[in-house]
């Protein structure tokens, strides 16, 4: 399985947007092959960073998402409301304990 972690800072004045961009599409995401999770986060101190993190049942359907429609076009109306450059980062899972 693998993690992917992003994270993302934006201008205040464009987190509603944001907000309401991924209230729009994170259940096609979720619903996309090979999603097994999703998840945004805000930060609790500055409300306008954010993180997503999804499960992904291995590199190949994640890569497919990227290369995807949903993607491209979700990303597309993401970027423009950055106010710092998002990191992304994917982790295979080691160890889980529950």
Not at 29 to 35: D, M, N, Q, T, W
Not at 39 to 57: C, G, I, K, N
Not at 61 to 79: C, P, Q
């Amino acid at each position: 399985m693998i993690r992917r972690i992003v994270h993302m800072s934006f201008d205040p004045d464009q987190v509603e947007a944001f907000l309401m961009l991924f209230e729009e599409r994170c259940e096609h995401i979720r619903a996309f092959p090979g999603c097994l999770e999703l998840t945004l986060l805000q930060a609790a101190d500055e409300p306008f960073r954010f993180v997503t993190y999804s499960l992904w049942e291995n590199e190949a359907s994640l890569e497919t998402y990227r290369a995807s429609d949903l993607f491209t076009t979700t990303w597309a109306r993401t970027k423009v409301l950055f106010n710092d450059r998002p990191k992304a980062t994917s982790y295979r899972m080691v160890r889980h304990l529950e």
